[in-house]
């Protein structure tokens, strides 16, 4: 039986496991006299014959599907009689025996490839049957078990909440595990890297020319990874997007929150928030294509020189980009704050302003400080605005109206195209990856705790 | 001082529970009987009627609040006391749809009206709320809150003296004179209590309004505030709502029985609760509703 028809049939086995399991149970009640009777409701256990079912057949399938592929594969080379020494040479001998045994081989085959062949097929063919065969009887056998075991006694809701607890622990560690394999990932190609270049070059070097000589006599291609002209970039994009975003979020959330009408707000806080939905890829065209030449042109008009990619415009842009998450957040935030503070602050006399700056802001200012903290983490991670509207000359400057490049960017144009993995300069984008995931971690860090304070404060 | 007269009301025998229902659901006229007015008037409503939306709160009140003297505002929950209480300060203004009718004065200032700056008059008249609100600030910040908005302390020395004073004469400065740096809080309900009081007497007003002051604090907190209700009297005009007869009866000299949105008698505190000239005061205060 084909896996797919198998998980369909597992599937109503376990949804007739569960309604045998319950009708068992309202019989057993009502010799018993009623449901009151029973250790659980009889729903749980339908559920717990339906997990005695379901849940060693699903396990042990997902098992089979895991290692079926390389067992039947080393099976299948193991009874070659000459096979080559190299993993490279074993995956084409396997290729062409798979083709064959598919029938599509293009080419002349060996008596040798035909036995093959053959022997794969008959092993897939027993290994389809022995699935089945496996499947089905632990799930059979398993459900007849735990129907068996369905007595008033049986205290179904504890072992299903059990289970229950077992599986929510185990999607709350995928989350877990999964950022601790990105670092992972992330750390052995840095460590790669620093192998080729010193860590100290990397972080304190002041030029960025990531091009490394393919060949000995290629020219113009020194490897140059002093990673400090990105950070100022990623700085200086990032503190202009905060520049722009948090005042303007800020007021904007302000004015929602304390000063709109019912239907002012309900009309406004939707449009802002669609900003929030249009794609980064979008925005970058608008700054290189509109934002990046005004300001050329307006430096222009006034005697400075500007280049067409400039720091300013990206980081203007990303700006309006993040002003929906930082209005919105605090939005939320003030509205937050008990209504009875704005009534003190009302009833000494306060006006509406003075209430917003003295009492409402400084109450809320907890939450919004983890609001910007995790706005500014976004500006740091944000691509592909600059990418279209930054350029990507390293340059160390000061000046927004110059081009500079990120972090970002630079993982981007590294990976890009055709790479040897083993070169610096590819893992050069590891190294980035791995100082930016740093520092991220430790914004959202600080965001998290300064806003579980705040939570503290008013529950 | 005019005298209202007595309302007939439905003739129901005492005791009887389909007739006392009617008592009690009563839209009939209520007419105000007892003194609801005084020579001596701080704060003069006069046929105050307060809509929310479509849906009419206040029927009518006319009432005066002499000066130097506690008036204390009893009735079932809903009746809408603590509205009324609301509009001698505006704090119905923050409420969307709300509207208020009808002549309110403030030593002849009016409270209502294009022309008024509800700045200034909610200085004159200020609030204690129901829930102890203290600012997020420090205790010192708390109390000087309101001179600094107001400007009414223009040296440090003169903010630290209005502090200490408003924090003696809430009976608090002895319990937190060590830690005035310290949030306000973390203090316990009654002494949060008490830090609004001294926040609402810092800025000196003439009235101040008590919106149920006691009601989420334990008897010995209560206890507290009310000996200080009474030492306030000398000083200020106080208006309070309560749900605790035993509490009205304490601190007030008059007491005001609102009922459905109307208010039904108005007499000396005493009189009240002694000898209830309207049947509905009485009904309520012997405890057959409320």
């Known amino acids: ?30 010799s018993r006299g009623g449901i009151r009777s029973l250790a659980s409701l009889p729903s749980y256990y339908g559920v717990h014959t339906a997990l005695w079912c379901g849940l060693p057949a699903l396990v042990i399938l997902g098992v089979w599907l895991a290692f ?70 632990l799930a059979v056998g398993l459900g007849a078990y735990a129907l068996m075991r369905v007595t008033p006694e049986l205290r179904a809701r504890e072992k299903v909440e059990k289970v229950l607890r077992v599986i929510l622990l185990m999607c709350a560690c995928a989350a877990i595990f999964t950022t601790v394999g990105i670092l992972m990932s992330v750390l052995f190609e840095s460590l790669r890297f620093f192998q080729a270049v010193p860590v100290t070059e990397f972080l304190f070097g002041l030029h960025w020319s990531p091009q490394m000589a393919m060949r000995a006599d290629q020219v113009g291609s020194s490897g140059a990874f002093g990673a400090v002209p990105l950070f100022t970039g990623t700085l200086m994009v990032s503190a202009i997007a905060m520049f722009v975003a948090v005042p303007v979020g800020l007021m904007s959330a302000i004015y929602l929150a304390e000063y709109a009408s019912n239907r002012v707000r309900a009309f406004a806080k939707p449009l802002i928030e669609i900003l929030a939905g249009v794609p980064t890829v979008v925005y970058g065209f608008f700054a290189a294509l509109t934002v990046a030449p005004f300001i050329r042109d307006l430096a222009q008009s006034v005697g400075l020189e500007a280049s067409s990619e400039s720091a300013l415009a990206a980081g203007l842009v990303m700006g309006v980009m993040i002003i929906p998450f930082i209005s919105s957040l605090s939005d939320d935030v003030i509205n937050a704050v008990p209504q009875s503070l704005r009534d003190g602050a009302l009833g000494l006399g306060s006006t509406k302003s003075e209430t917003v700056r003295k009492v409402v802001i400084p109450a809320a200012l907890p939450g919004i400080v983890g609001g910007v903290l995790l706005a500014v983490s976004r500006a740091i991670g944000e691509t592909m605005i600059v990418v279209m509207a930054a350029g990507l000359a390293a340059n160390l400057t000061a000046n927004p109206l110059e081009s500079v490049t990120t972090v970002t960017v630079q993982i981007v144009t590294l990976l890009v195209g055709d790479q040897e993995f083993d070169s610096p300069k590819t893992l050069a984008a590891f190294a980035l990856g791995l100082m930016l995931f740093i520092s991220t971690l430790i914004l959202n860090f600080i965001a998290l705790h300064v806003v579980k304070k705040y939570r503290e404060q008013y529950d | 001082m005019s005298t209202m007269t007595l309302n007939a009301g439905p003739a129901a025998a005492v005791g009887d529970s389909t007739a006392e229902q009617n008592l009690v659901n009563t839209k009939a006229d209520i007419k105000t009987v007892g003194s609801p007015f005084c020579d001596d008037a701080k704060l003069r409503m006069r046929n105050v009627n ?64 294009a022309k008024v700056d509800v700045v200034p008059l909610r200085a004159r008249v200020g609030m204690v709320f129901q829930k102890p609100n203290p600012f997020p600030k420090s205790i010192y910040d708390n109390v000087a809150y309101g001179p600094k908005i107001h400007g009414i302390a223009s040296r440090r020395a003169e903010l630290d003296e209005i502090v200490e004073n408003s924090l003696r004469r809430a009976g608090l400065w002895n319990e937190v004179k060590d830690r005035l740096d310290k949030p306000g809080t973390g203090l316990s309900g009654g002494q949060q209590q008490r830090l609004c009081i001294a926040r609402a007497i810092a800025v000196s ?54 009922h459905l949105g109307k208010l039904v008698e108005v007499n000396d505190t005493e009189t009240v609760f002694t000898n209830p000239e309207h049947e509905l005061t009485e009904a309520y205060i012997t405890g057959r509703f409320g």
């Not at chain 1, 084909?2 to 086995?13: D, R, V, Y």
């Open chain 2, 50 to 113: 307060v809509f929310y939306g479509e849906t009419q709160a206040i029927h009518d009140v006319s009432l005066d609040i002499g000066r130097n003297q506690v008036v204390a505002m009893i009735g079932p929950s809903g009746c809408g006391k603590s509205t009324f209480l609301r509009c001698l300060n505006r704090m119905n203004d923050t409420i969307e749809g709300c509207r208020v009718e009808g002549e309110l004065s403030l030593d002849g200032d009016p409270i209502y009206g």
């Open chain 1, 68 to 137: 079926d592929d390389a067992i039947i594969r080393a099976l299948v080379l193991g009874g070659v009689a000459d096979r080559p020494e190299t993993l490279s040479g074993q995956n084409l001998l396997y290729a062409q025996i798979q083709n064959l045994a598919a029938g599509s081989l293009v080419g002349e085959s060996t008596p040798q490839l035909a036995a093959a062949a053959a022997h794969l097929n008959s092993l897939r063919q027993s290994g389809q049957w022995l699935q089945t065969a496996l499947i089905l009887i």
């Open chain 2, 205 to 258: 007003p003439e009235v101040i309004l008590m919106d149920e002051p006691c009601s989420a604090l334990d008897p010995i907190a209560t206890a507290r505030i009310e000996e200080l209700i009474d030492e306030l009297r000398e000083n200020y005009t106080i208006a309070i709502v309560t749900h605790s007869m035993q509490q009205a009866a304490r601190v007030s000299q008059r007491t005001a029985y609102f």
């Open chain 1, 1 to 30: 039986m084909q896996t797919p028809t198998l998980f369909a049939l597992l599937l109503l086995l376990i949804l007739v496991a569960y309604g045998t399991g319950f009708s068992r149970a309202i019989g057993a009640a009502r």
